[in-house]
């Protein structure tokens, strides 16, 4: 079967691999469709942490059951997966996080993942998708790490919310956090991004120079800065910063996943008596919460949409999306 490889930092081809044969408690699904996001990016630029080359690339995976298995499935039905395998018995899965697991195995990262024409997974990690477009179902996973973000923060409704990083995991986040009830803003670096989410998904952007962002963030809020903190930018000097938009007593939630390490002001972090979380991956509920979101209609997945392509194109169309990242919000590939 076709897959795409990168082989190496810089270097993606379209090869092939050996078809899958699914073992016991599996689901062969043939893909149709895969998103892009900033994981696969920094996997192609040599930056991401948990990574071994050559990888198939791709965990936002939409497509449909290949034939009987078993399984409760039928044939030819519309699924996406919840690409964080879990080992089902350490600390973290006993406590009900398998996000989080001690030994997890993330498609496209830890393992070969679903760029290609067929992928075997446990059936368990099937999501139902049916009622959603292929597109839509494409879309369930990197939604379902905003929505477990802003369900980790549970910030109350009217809450002041800034989201730094107008990326799809935090147009995500500010869709979420917005529907919980929040008044979100969003900021960053790269006005083009601000201008689409402010004009194409009513969100509510910060948009100048990094320089004066911060005295516009304390000039809407009058000096008492924001409630909860998302941090989705994948940017060292945004997450090391992040702390200042905290208001006292507040929350710093950081999605982003650098090589580096973090350090705060720590007569800064303690005089807010600041609440420090991470969010990793998402949990069955979220991709639950966000199948159901899509069919209520209350996420333009319409417009999240900017790009698409089909798989024999992905070589050399993924360096060019990454050299143009401002103009992007989602791409996909289409097998």
């Known amino acids: 079967m076709r897959a795409v490889v990168c082989e190496q930092p810089h270097k993606l081809i379209l090869g092939t691999r050996p078809a899958p044969v699914p073992a016991a408690g599996e689901v062969l699904m043939r893909i149709r469709r895969v998103g892009l996001c900033g994981t696969d990016y920094h996997i192609f630029a040599g930056k991401h942490p948990y990574l071994e080359y050559p990888r198939v690339m791709g965990h936002e995976l939409a497509g449909v059951v290949e034939g009987p298995s078993g399984s409760t499935l039928k044939a030819g039905q519309v699924v996406t997966v919840n690409p964080y395998l879990a080992c089902g018995g350490c600390i973290a899965c006993k406590k009900g996080k398998p996000n989080c697991c001690v030994a997890i195995k993330v498609l496209g990262v830890h393992i070969d993942g679903g760029m290609c024409e067929l992928l075997s997974v446990p059936e368990a990690a099937i999501v139902d998708a049916s009622g959603l477009t292929l597109e839509q179902a494409a879309m369930v996973e990197f939604l379902a790490i905003g929505a477990h973000a802003v369900w980790r923060a549970r910030p109350s409704s009217g809450a002041r919310v800034l989201v730094v990083g107008a990326g799809p995991i935090g147009v995500a986040t500010s869709l979420f956090a917005r529907l919980d009830g929040a008044e979100v803003t969003i900021v960053d ?27 516009e963030l304390a000039a809407r809020t009058g000096g008492d800065m924001f409630d909860c903190v998302f941090d989705a930018s994948g940017n060292i000097h945004a997450m090391r910063s992040g702390l ?4 006292h007593g507040g929350t710093y939630v950081l999605l982003s996943v650098v090589k580096e390490e973090i350090a705060f002001s720590d007569p800064e972090f303690h005089k807010r008596e600041t609440t420090l979380l991470a969010s990793r991956n998402a949990l069955r509920a979220d991709f639950e919460r966000v199948v159901s979101a899509i ?17 024999l194109e992905a070589p050399r169309r993924i360096p060019e999306l990454i050299a143009g990242a401002d103009g992007i919000l989602k791409a996909m590939v289409e097998f």
């Open 189 to 215: 670096v790269r006005s083009s991004r601000l201008r689409y989410a402010q004009d194409r998904l009513g969100l509510d952007p910060v948009i100048g120079p990094p320089e004066t962002i911060r005295a």
């Open 244 to 247: 200042d938009y905290v208001a």
């Open 295 to 311: 069919k209520g209609g209350v996420i333009p997945t319409d417009a999240l949409l900017t790009h698409s392509f089909p798989a």
